[in-house]
Protein backbone atom coordinates (compact mmCIF):
# COMPACT_ATOMS: atom_id res chain seq x y z
CA UNK A 1 0.00 0.00 0.00
CA UNK A 2 1.16 3.20 -1.02
CA UNK A 3 1.43 6.17 0.95
CA UNK A 4 2.42 9.79 1.40
CA UNK A 5 4.04 10.78 4.26
CA UNK A 6 2.04 13.64 5.51
CA UNK A 7 -1.27 11.49 5.21
CA UNK A 8 -1.02 10.54 9.04
CA UNK A 9 -0.93 14.39 10.56
CA UNK A 10 -3.53 15.32 7.26
CA UNK A 11 -6.09 13.24 8.28
CA UNK A 12 -5.71 13.40 12.29
CA UNK A 13 -6.20 16.80 11.48
CA UNK A 14 -9.31 16.65 9.42
CA UNK A 15 -10.91 14.05 12.21
CA UNK A 16 -10.27 16.47 14.77
CA UNK A 17 -11.02 19.93 13.44
CA UNK A 18 -13.67 19.14 11.05
CA UNK A 19 -14.21 21.32 8.10
CA UNK A 20 -16.91 24.45 7.94
CA UNK A 21 -18.81 24.68 4.91
CA UNK A 22 -18.86 28.51 3.55
CA UNK A 23 -18.87 30.38 0.25
CA UNK A 24 -15.10 31.25 -0.25
CA UNK A 25 -14.34 34.01 -1.94
CA UNK A 26 -11.26 35.68 -3.59
CA UNK A 27 -9.61 37.92 -1.26
CA UNK A 28 -7.46 41.48 -1.87
CA UNK A 29 -4.63 39.72 -2.48
CA UNK A 30 -3.40 36.94 -4.85
CA UNK A 31 -3.81 33.61 -3.15
CA UNK A 32 -5.86 35.14 -0.19
CA UNK A 33 -9.58 34.51 0.28
CA UNK A 34 -12.37 35.65 2.67
CA UNK A 35 -15.41 33.85 4.43
CA UNK A 36 -18.52 35.09 3.26
CA UNK A 37 -20.64 33.12 6.08
CA UNK A 38 -24.44 31.00 4.69
CA UNK A 39 -26.73 29.49 6.45
CA UNK A 40 -25.20 26.08 6.09
CA UNK A 41 -27.60 23.60 7.92
CA UNK A 42 -29.56 22.60 5.01
CA UNK A 43 -26.23 21.96 3.17
CA UNK A 44 -24.86 19.51 6.01
CA UNK A 45 -27.66 17.51 6.23
CA UNK A 46 -28.15 16.92 2.96
CA UNK A 47 -24.31 15.37 2.65
CA UNK A 48 -23.98 14.13 6.66
CA UNK A 49 -25.74 11.56 8.43
CA UNK A 50 -27.24 13.19 11.51
CA UNK A 51 -27.18 10.07 14.08
CA UNK A 52 -26.48 6.84 14.75
CA UNK A 53 -24.69 4.41 16.52
CA UNK A 54 -21.26 5.73 15.31
CA UNK A 55 -19.13 8.39 13.92
CA UNK A 56 -21.83 10.44 12.17
CA UNK A 57 -22.22 13.95 11.23
CA UNK A 58 -19.75 13.94 8.59
CA UNK A 59 -18.65 13.34 4.64
CA UNK A 60 -16.21 10.58 2.69
CA UNK A 61 -13.46 12.14 1.23
CA UNK A 62 -10.25 10.49 -0.47
CA UNK A 63 -6.81 11.93 -0.19
CA UNK A 64 -4.38 11.61 -3.07
CA UNK A 65 -3.09 8.15 -2.03
CA UNK A 66 -6.33 6.89 -1.77
CA UNK A 67 -6.71 6.69 1.01
CA UNK A 68 -10.08 7.64 3.03
CA UNK A 69 -11.30 9.73 5.93
CA UNK A 70 -14.73 10.91 7.73
CA UNK A 71 -14.81 14.55 7.76
CA UNK A 72 -17.11 16.17 10.56
CA UNK A 73 -19.02 18.68 9.47
CA UNK A 74 -21.81 19.44 12.30
CA UNK A 75 -21.77 22.61 13.98
CA UNK A 76 -20.22 21.38 17.23
CA UNK A 77 -17.97 18.94 15.99
CA UNK A 78 -16.20 22.35 13.66
CA UNK A 79 -16.87 24.89 16.30
CA UNK A 80 -13.10 25.69 16.54
CA UNK A 81 -12.24 24.59 13.18
CA UNK A 82 -9.44 26.83 11.63
CA UNK A 83 -10.64 24.61 7.87
CA UNK A 84 -13.24 25.92 5.66
CA UNK A 85 -14.62 24.80 2.01
CA UNK A 86 -17.11 25.83 -0.53
CA UNK A 87 -20.76 23.74 -0.57
CA UNK A 88 -19.23 20.00 -1.39
CA UNK A 89 -19.70 19.21 -5.22
CA UNK A 90 -21.30 15.64 -5.77
CA UNK A 91 -18.22 14.26 -6.25
CA UNK A 92 -14.68 14.99 -7.45
CA UNK A 93 -11.79 17.22 -6.30
CA UNK A 94 -12.59 20.12 -3.84
CA UNK A 95 -10.22 22.75 -2.18
CA UNK A 96 -9.30 22.95 1.42
CA UNK A 97 -8.52 26.02 2.93
CA UNK A 98 -7.09 26.94 6.14
CA UNK A 99 -7.10 30.52 8.39
CA UNK A 100 -4.05 31.69 8.68
CA UNK A 101 -2.70 33.97 11.40
CA UNK A 102 -4.09 37.10 10.19
CA UNK A 103 -7.57 35.48 9.49
CA UNK A 104 -7.07 35.69 6.01
CA UNK A 105 -7.83 31.96 4.29
CA UNK A 106 -5.30 30.16 1.80
CA UNK A 107 -5.34 27.28 -0.38
CA UNK A 108 -4.18 24.09 2.25
CA UNK A 109 -5.45 20.74 0.61
CA UNK A 110 -7.02 19.17 -2.48
CA UNK A 111 -9.16 16.19 -1.32
CA UNK A 112 -11.74 13.91 -3.62
CA UNK A 113 -14.97 13.45 -2.68
CA UNK A 114 -16.49 10.16 -2.46
CA UNK A 115 -20.05 10.72 -4.16
CA UNK A 116 -22.89 9.49 -2.71
CA UNK A 117 -24.63 6.69 -4.20
CA UNK A 118 -27.43 7.94 -7.05
CA UNK A 119 -30.72 4.98 -5.54
CA UNK A 120 -30.70 6.37 -2.08
CA UNK A 121 -34.00 7.98 -2.64
CA UNK A 122 -35.14 5.06 -4.54
CA UNK A 123 -37.86 2.95 -2.95
CA UNK A 124 -37.94 -0.37 -1.68
CA UNK A 125 -40.80 -2.32 -1.60
CA UNK A 126 -41.66 -5.80 0.05
CA UNK A 127 -42.14 -8.25 -2.75
CA UNK A 128 -45.42 -9.30 -0.81
CA UNK A 129 -46.73 -5.85 -1.31
CA UNK A 130 -46.93 -6.37 -5.46
CA UNK A 131 -45.71 -2.81 -5.67
CA UNK A 132 -48.52 -1.58 -3.73
CA UNK A 133 -47.83 0.38 -0.60
CA UNK A 134 -45.54 3.89 0.34
CA UNK A 135 -42.11 1.91 0.25
CA UNK A 136 -38.88 2.70 2.22
CA UNK A 137 -35.82 5.04 0.60
CA UNK A 138 -32.63 2.74 0.69
CA UNK A 139 -30.76 5.41 2.72
CA UNK A 140 -33.49 4.33 5.86
CA UNK A 141 -32.20 0.94 5.11
CA UNK A 142 -28.48 1.11 5.09
CA UNK A 143 -25.73 3.65 3.59
CA UNK A 144 -22.36 3.08 1.94
CA UNK A 145 -19.51 4.33 3.98
CA UNK A 146 -16.62 5.53 2.25
CA UNK A 147 -16.33 3.87 -1.61
CA UNK A 148 -17.88 0.54 -0.86
CA UNK A 149 -19.01 -0.37 2.46
CA UNK A 150 -22.36 -0.92 2.91
CA UNK A 151 -23.05 -0.15 6.48
CA UNK A 152 -26.15 -0.63 8.65
CA UNK A 153 -27.33 -0.62 12.64
CA UNK A 154 -29.78 -3.88 12.12
CA UNK A 155 -31.69 -3.03 15.49
CA UNK A 156 -31.73 0.61 16.32
CA UNK A 157 -33.26 0.19 19.42
CA UNK A 158 -30.93 -0.37 22.43
CA UNK A 159 -31.56 -1.95 26.13
CA UNK A 160 -29.33 0.64 28.06
CA UNK A 161 -31.18 4.02 25.94
CA UNK A 162 -34.55 2.55 28.16
CA UNK A 163 -33.47 3.51 31.31
CA UNK A 164 -31.26 6.26 30.59
CA UNK A 165 -28.32 4.68 31.01
CA UNK A 166 -27.02 5.05 27.16
CA UNK A 167 -23.46 6.05 26.38
CA UNK A 168 -23.16 10.14 26.40
CA UNK A 169 -21.45 10.08 23.06
CA UNK A 170 -24.33 7.47 21.15
CA UNK A 171 -26.90 8.72 18.52
CA UNK A 172 -28.24 5.11 17.70
CA UNK A 173 -32.19 6.05 18.85
CA UNK A 174 -32.05 9.41 17.33
CA UNK A 175 -31.85 7.69 13.65
CA UNK A 176 -35.44 5.92 14.36
CA UNK A 177 -36.94 9.57 15.11
CA UNK A 178 -35.35 10.46 11.42
CA UNK A 179 -37.54 7.83 9.75
CA UNK A 180 -34.55 4.58 10.00
CA UNK A 181 -35.56 1.26 9.57
CA UNK A 182 -35.46 0.19 13.45
CA UNK A 183 -35.10 -3.38 12.72
CA UNK A 184 -33.76 -4.38 9.25
CA UNK A 185 -34.28 -8.11 7.24
CA UNK A 186 -33.01 -9.59 5.47
CA UNK A 187 -34.67 -8.94 1.81
CA UNK A 188 -33.84 -4.67 2.81
CA UNK A 189 -30.44 -5.99 2.43
CA UNK A 190 -30.19 -7.92 -0.23
CA UNK A 191 -32.07 -5.47 -2.15
CA UNK A 192 -29.89 -2.61 -1.15
CA UNK A 193 -26.85 -4.86 -1.85
CA UNK A 194 -27.79 -5.50 -5.24
CA UNK A 195 -28.66 -1.63 -5.64
CA UNK A 196 -24.96 -0.94 -4.10
CA UNK A 197 -23.49 -3.82 -6.80
CA UNK A 198 -24.86 -1.81 -9.59
CA UNK A 199 -22.61 1.25 -9.27
CA UNK A 200 -19.73 -1.06 -8.00
CA UNK A 201 -20.09 0.53 -4.26
CA UNK A 202 -20.23 -2.74 -2.49
CA UNK A 203 -16.72 -5.10 -1.48
CA UNK A 204 -17.96 -5.62 2.28
CA UNK A 205 -20.48 -5.28 5.03
CA UNK A 206 -20.50 -3.24 8.82
CA UNK A 207 -23.70 -4.95 10.70
CA UNK A 208 -23.74 -2.99 14.16
CA UNK A 209 -26.67 -2.92 16.51
CA UNK A 210 -27.88 -1.87 20.07
CA UNK A 211 -27.43 -4.39 22.76
CA UNK A 212 -30.50 -6.58 23.08
CA UNK A 213 -31.81 -8.07 26.60
CA UNK A 214 -30.98 -11.66 26.56
CA UNK A 215 -27.44 -14.30 27.22
CA UNK A 216 -26.56 -13.18 23.00
CA UNK A 217 -27.18 -9.49 23.50
CA UNK A 218 -29.10 -9.29 20.83
CA UNK A 219 -26.09 -11.09 18.45
CA UNK A 220 -28.71 -13.91 17.24
CA UNK A 221 -30.68 -10.68 15.22
CA UNK A 222 -27.64 -11.04 12.45
CA UNK A 223 -27.85 -14.62 11.74
CA UNK A 224 -30.54 -14.73 9.79
CA UNK A 225 -29.03 -11.58 7.74
CA UNK A 226 -25.85 -12.94 7.26
CA UNK A 227 -27.23 -16.30 6.33
CA UNK A 228 -29.02 -14.46 3.45
CA UNK A 229 -26.34 -12.48 2.89
CA UNK A 230 -23.67 -15.21 2.18
CA UNK A 231 -26.34 -17.08 0.28
CA UNK A 232 -26.70 -13.93 -2.23
CA UNK A 233 -23.57 -12.77 -2.48
CA UNK A 234 -19.85 -13.82 -1.41
CA UNK A 235 -18.42 -10.21 0.31
CA UNK A 236 -17.19 -10.46 3.42
CA UNK A 237 -19.17 -9.34 6.45
CA UNK A 238 -18.11 -7.58 10.08
CA UNK A 239 -20.76 -7.74 12.65
CA UNK A 240 -20.34 -5.55 16.43
CA UNK A 241 -21.29 -7.76 19.35
CA UNK A 242 -21.50 -7.04 23.13
CA UNK A 243 -19.58 -9.33 25.56
CA UNK A 244 -21.28 -12.43 26.06
CA UNK A 245 -21.06 -15.31 28.98
CA UNK A 246 -21.54 -18.28 26.34
CA UNK A 247 -18.82 -18.04 23.69
CA UNK A 248 -20.88 -20.65 21.88
CA UNK A 249 -22.92 -17.08 20.39
CA UNK A 250 -19.57 -16.05 19.11
CA UNK A 251 -19.37 -19.83 17.36
CA UNK A 252 -22.81 -19.30 16.07
CA UNK A 253 -22.01 -15.97 14.16
CA UNK A 254 -18.71 -17.55 12.61
CA UNK A 255 -20.37 -21.17 11.58
CA UNK A 256 -23.14 -18.87 10.36
CA UNK A 257 -20.83 -17.02 8.07
CA UNK A 258 -19.46 -13.58 9.77
CA UNK A 259 -15.83 -12.94 8.71
CA UNK A 260 -14.52 -10.67 11.66
CA UNK A 261 -16.26 -8.65 14.59
CA UNK A 262 -15.78 -6.08 16.50
CA UNK A 263 -15.82 -5.98 20.14
CA UNK A 264 -16.05 -2.20 21.83
CA UNK A 265 -14.70 -1.41 24.99
CA UNK A 266 -14.88 2.18 23.51
CA UNK A 267 -13.48 3.99 26.89
CA UNK A 268 -10.63 3.49 29.27
CA UNK A 269 -9.79 3.27 32.16
CA UNK A 270 -12.74 1.92 34.06
CA UNK A 271 -13.31 5.04 35.94
CA UNK A 272 -14.35 7.04 32.84
CA UNK A 273 -15.88 4.07 31.17
CA UNK A 274 -18.44 4.66 34.16
CA UNK A 275 -19.06 7.84 33.76
CA UNK A 276 -19.25 7.89 30.01
CA UNK A 277 -21.29 4.52 29.49
CA UNK A 278 -23.00 3.86 32.43
CA UNK A 279 -25.49 0.97 31.06
CA UNK A 280 -22.19 -1.07 29.10
CA UNK A 281 -19.92 -0.51 32.43
CA UNK A 282 -21.59 -2.90 33.57
CA UNK A 283 -19.89 -5.31 31.75
CA UNK A 284 -16.33 -5.99 33.56
CA UNK A 285 -13.42 -6.32 31.62
CA UNK A 286 -12.54 -9.39 32.63
CA UNK A 287 -15.63 -10.27 30.60
CA UNK A 288 -14.46 -8.24 27.78
CA UNK A 289 -10.76 -10.15 27.50
CA UNK A 290 -12.75 -13.54 27.80
CA UNK A 291 -14.43 -12.65 24.61
CA UNK A 292 -11.47 -10.73 22.98
CA UNK A 293 -8.96 -13.88 23.55
CA UNK A 294 -11.92 -16.56 22.14
CA UNK A 295 -13.04 -14.22 19.27
CA UNK A 296 -9.56 -13.98 17.96
CA UNK A 297 -8.73 -17.84 18.35
CA UNK A 298 -11.86 -17.87 16.29
CA UNK A 299 -11.90 -15.37 13.68
CA UNK A 300 -7.77 -15.13 13.22
CA UNK A 301 -5.08 -12.64 13.48
CA UNK A 302 -6.03 -8.85 12.89
CA UNK A 303 -9.76 -9.89 12.10
CA UNK A 304 -10.71 -8.60 15.88
CA UNK A 305 -10.80 -4.80 17.04
CA UNK A 306 -12.24 -2.75 19.61
CA UNK A 307 -13.03 1.06 19.10
CA UNK A 308 -11.47 3.56 21.16
CA UNK A 309 -12.45 6.41 22.13
CA UNK A 310 -10.30 9.13 23.09
CA UNK A 311 -10.80 13.22 24.19
CA UNK A 312 -13.10 11.89 26.25
CA UNK A 313 -11.03 12.88 29.37
CA UNK A 314 -8.22 10.30 29.69
CA UNK A 315 -4.83 11.04 30.04
CA UNK A 316 -1.64 10.57 27.74
CA UNK A 317 -0.63 7.79 30.15
CA UNK A 318 -3.95 5.78 29.91
CA UNK A 319 -4.79 6.16 26.35
CA UNK A 320 -0.88 4.33 26.42
CA UNK A 321 -2.66 1.55 28.71
CA UNK A 322 -5.80 1.29 26.95
CA UNK A 323 -3.73 0.24 23.73
CA UNK A 324 -1.47 -2.09 25.82
CA UNK A 325 -4.57 -3.79 26.69
CA UNK A 326 -5.77 -4.10 23.15
CA UNK A 327 -2.60 -5.33 21.97
CA UNK A 328 -1.56 -7.37 24.66
CA UNK A 329 -5.06 -9.70 23.55
CA UNK A 330 -4.18 -9.52 19.76
CA UNK A 331 -6.93 -6.89 19.28
CA UNK A 332 -6.85 -3.97 17.15
CA UNK A 333 -7.34 -0.32 18.65
CA UNK A 334 -9.87 1.42 16.10
CA UNK A 335 -8.93 5.09 17.67
CA UNK A 336 -11.45 7.74 17.19
CA UNK A 337 -11.75 11.21 18.58
CA UNK A 338 -15.23 10.95 19.99
CA UNK A 339 -17.58 13.46 18.05
CA UNK A 340 -20.28 15.69 19.74
CA UNK A 341 -23.02 14.60 17.84
CA UNK A 342 -26.00 16.61 17.98
CA UNK A 343 -28.86 15.42 20.28
CA UNK A 344 -26.04 13.54 22.66
CA UNK A 345 -25.08 14.11 26.03
CA UNK A 346 -21.07 14.88 24.67
CA UNK A 347 -20.88 18.61 24.34
CA UNK A 348 -16.75 18.81 23.18
CA UNK A 349 -14.15 16.53 22.85
CA UNK A 350 -11.76 17.84 25.46
CA UNK A 351 -8.18 16.84 23.28
CA UNK A 352 -6.24 20.50 23.63
CA UNK A 353 -5.79 19.77 19.59
CA UNK A 354 -5.25 17.53 16.27
CA UNK A 355 -1.46 17.71 17.35
CA UNK A 356 -2.27 15.55 19.98
CA UNK A 357 -4.27 13.18 18.18
CA UNK A 358 -1.70 12.80 15.71
CA UNK A 359 0.92 11.77 19.08
CA UNK A 360 -1.66 9.29 19.89
CA UNK A 361 -1.39 7.99 16.25
CA UNK A 362 1.85 7.63 16.18
CA UNK A 363 2.40 6.03 19.39
CA UNK A 364 -0.56 3.65 18.55
CA UNK A 365 1.13 2.98 14.93
CA UNK A 366 4.34 2.29 16.01
CA UNK A 367 3.48 -0.62 18.86
CA UNK A 368 0.99 -2.08 16.41
CA UNK A 369 3.93 -2.42 14.09
CA UNK A 370 6.20 -3.78 16.62
CA UNK A 371 3.63 -6.37 17.56
CA UNK A 372 3.04 -7.19 14.60
CA UNK A 373 -0.63 -6.23 13.61
CA UNK A 374 -1.64 -5.37 10.33
CA UNK A 375 -4.86 -3.59 9.89
CA UNK A 376 -4.84 -3.58 6.02
CA UNK A 377 -5.10 -7.08 6.44
CA UNK A 378 -8.94 -7.13 7.77
CA UNK A 379 -11.30 -8.42 5.55
CA UNK A 380 -14.01 -6.34 6.49
CA UNK A 381 -15.95 -3.39 8.52
CA UNK A 382 -14.92 -0.51 10.06
CA UNK A 383 -11.00 -0.97 9.80
CA UNK A 384 -10.95 -1.93 6.57
CA UNK A 385 -13.25 1.05 5.35
CA UNK A 386 -10.90 2.89 8.05
CA UNK A 387 -12.26 6.24 7.24
CA UNK A 388 -12.91 7.25 11.07
CA UNK A 389 -9.69 7.10 12.19
CA UNK A 390 -6.01 6.96 10.83
CA UNK A 391 -4.66 3.91 13.00
CA UNK A 392 -4.48 2.02 9.66
CA UNK A 393 -2.46 4.84 8.00
CA UNK A 394 -0.24 5.15 11.40
CA UNK A 395 0.62 1.55 11.42
CA UNK A 396 1.79 1.76 7.92
CA UNK A 397 3.72 4.73 8.11
CA UNK A 398 5.49 3.31 11.08
CA UNK A 399 6.47 0.61 8.94
CA UNK A 400 7.38 2.78 5.57
CA UNK A 401 8.91 5.69 7.50
CA UNK A 402 10.46 4.76 10.47
Same mark, same amino acid.
Given at each position: ?????????????????????? =??? &??? #??? *?? $? @?????????? +??????????????????????????????????????????????????????? =??? &??? #??? *?? $? @?????????? +????????????????????????????????????????????????????????????? #????????????????????????????????????????????????????????????????????????????????????????????????????????????????????????????????????????????????????????????????????????????????????????????????????????????????????????????
Amino acid at each position: MEMEPRTVLLKSELLFKGIKIE =NIV &DGP #EQG *HF $L @VQSIENDAIV +DSVARKSGAGPAGGFFAQFRDQFQVNVPLQEKMVSRSDLFMNPPPPGGKFQVYKK =NDE &DVL #EEY *HR $L @VKIPTPSFYD +DLYLEKELHGVGSGIAFNKIALVHGKNCVATTVNQKCMYWNHGHQCTFCAIEQSIQEGVVQ #EKTPGQLIAFTERARQENRVAHYTLTSGTQEGPDGGSGEYLPIVEALKDNFKYPIHVQVAPVRDMKYLDRLYYTGVDNVGIHLEVHPESLRKQVCPGKATISLGLFKKNWKYAVDLFGDNQVESYLLVGLGETRNQFEHAVELMLQHEVIPFIVPARPIKNTMLDENHLPSHEVLFEYYKHAGKRMHEQGMRPWKAVAGCVRCGACSAIKEATLAAEKFP
